[in-house]
């Protein structure tokens, strides 16, 4: 079960919705409502790995126990906190990385072994990190522990944002467990959020993935430049819809029920250099890495080579984080090289016109995501090679690029171009400010959008989520 499935908007969002506002006075019961509906939504997808989940958070609650009690030695703690990390890595190498690793080996080694066929737990990586990021800040005194370890079960769990993020810090949600509030105000907003997040999901991504997934299934001497160019663009703007999507109705719902979550992703398609991207693009997830991995390896403290490491040791990871593959890796690196050159000076488009920033981000940011795209490392490079060398126009590209480019396809590209930039919410700003009354229709065009992507779901079984897999 996700956000965009009828079954979630109808059945079990409404239910979980109005039980807890006849229990919003009652933060205890409320917790307790949104703890069994939390288990019930994974279970949803997958009922046995609800334990791999619970394991892992009874670990790390137990470690950070160890570690805060009055007669913990400086030695103990870095024990518990050991237990914690390897228990959480090695569960995260098991289910999501050891085909990877045992591919590898035989590879390397020669000897062949056969990869385990493991399921992948959704959203292992996301519940992983939030628990490891719990057991941290206690150890580094950055929050409280916590007697209760329901209450810690809850903050890994809650619905809203355990399948795909943003990765949220214990300490950011650990008043707001003990005590909210949900007024008419912040549900209002809320839904209005979740609402425009679903037609991003719904309505733009869905619609371009069309379009990518089928520029991707195609034979490599079909495809042209312009091909080449329209399959990157869709996916380009897919990811970014479909994940800032799902973190806006993940926000949005977290406000519903008395939750302030922070953001996850400041229009990363404006940015004017790679390291202003990453500054905007999935922030929760740069934030952890730079938190918990670069300041901890030495950050930029010990001279520019270490520091370059540093950068390419986190993005390495970064990509990895992403998937189990060496196209993952490979892309991990492409953003790591480039944050290298640009703080070492090679590459310094803070002195370059603006216009010209905004381009080679961009173009950079594109062909990462083909290496992201891409099933394998060879037709990533087949793709790339396509945008810019692939200038022949045969029979056979003509007429499959006139069958890509369906009206649908054009309209959700214009739509994407628009949306991706702050000038639809400074426009809606603006027009409120000035007339206050218009402030409604903004809640009118959300309902409108439910509406339409409820009947887009109701006819269309395509609907894909890419970060499922993270």
Partial sequence: MVFSSPTFIFLFLPAVFILN?????????????????????????????????????????????????????????????????????????????????????????GIAVSAPQIPLPVGISFFTFQALSYVLDVYRGDAQVAKSYFKVLLYISL???LIAGPIVRYHDVAEQID?????????????????FGLAKKVLIANTLAITADRVYALDASTVNAPIAWLGAAAYLFQIYFDFSGYSDMAIG?????????????????????????????????STWFKEYVYIPLGGNRRGKFRTGINKLTVFLLTGLWHGASWNFALWGLYHGGFLMLESYGILKPSKWPKALRHIYTLLAVTVGFVLFRAETLPTAWSMISNMFAGWSFSQSSVTELGILLTPLCITA?????FACTPAAH???????????GLSSLIYIAALALLCLCVSCLSTASYNPFIYFRF
């Fill in 253 to 285: 719902l977290g406000r519903t029920f008395g939750f302030t979550f922070r953001e996850n992703f400041n229009y990363p398609y404006i940015a004017s250099s790679m390291q202003d991207f990453w500054r905007r693009w999935h922030i929760s997830l």
């Fill in 159 to 161: 619905f809203p944002q």
């Fill in 426 to 436: 400074r426009l809606g700003e603006r027009l409120t400010a000035k007339h206050e």
């Fill in 21 to 109: 506002l006849l229990l919003r006075r009652y933060v205890k019961a409320s917790n307790v409502l949104l703890l069994v509906a939390s288990i019930l939504f994974y279970a949803w997808g997958e009922p046995r790995y609800v334990l791999l989940m619970a394991l892992t958070t009874l670990i790390c609650w137990l470690c950070a126990l160890g570690m805060a009690s009055e007669n913990a030695s400086s030695k103990r703690r870095k024990l518990m906190a050991a237990i914690a990390v390897v228990w959480s890595i090695a569960s995260l190498a098991l289910f999501k990385y050891a085909a990877f690793l045992t591919d590898a080996f035989s590879g390397i080694t």
């Fill in 179 to 195: 005590s909210r509030s949900i007024t008419l105000r912040d549900t209002a907003e809320g839904l209005r959020r979740f609402c």
């Fill in 413 to 417: 590209l214009l739509c994407a171009v």
